[in-house]
């Protein structure tokens, strides 16, 4: 894992935030789920501000990804 990620928890409550993501795309279908989550990711990537970042998050979440 990158030194630029934290590999501390970072949430006070990691299954009320589990809960929040899955309830944001609840009853939504596929193609609308997309959208939410693909807009989630651009806000949050905003608040995080730092391109280094965002790309050692991106590079973690793409070598632990299954195919």
Known sequence: ????????????????VYEALIN???G???QQAMKV????ILL???QIGDPAV???????ARSETDG
Request: glycine content about 8%; aromatic content about 2%; hydrophobic content about 55%.
């Open 24 to 26: 944001a795309i609840s």
């Open 54 to 60: 965002i790309e050692a998050a991106i590079t973690v």
């Open 44 to 46: 949050l990537g905003n």
């Open 1 to 16: 894992m990158s030194d630029l990620l934290r590999k501390d928890l970072g949430f006070a409550d990691g299954d009320a």
């Open 37 to 40: 989550m693909a807009k989630l």
């Open 28 to 30: 939504l279908d596929d």
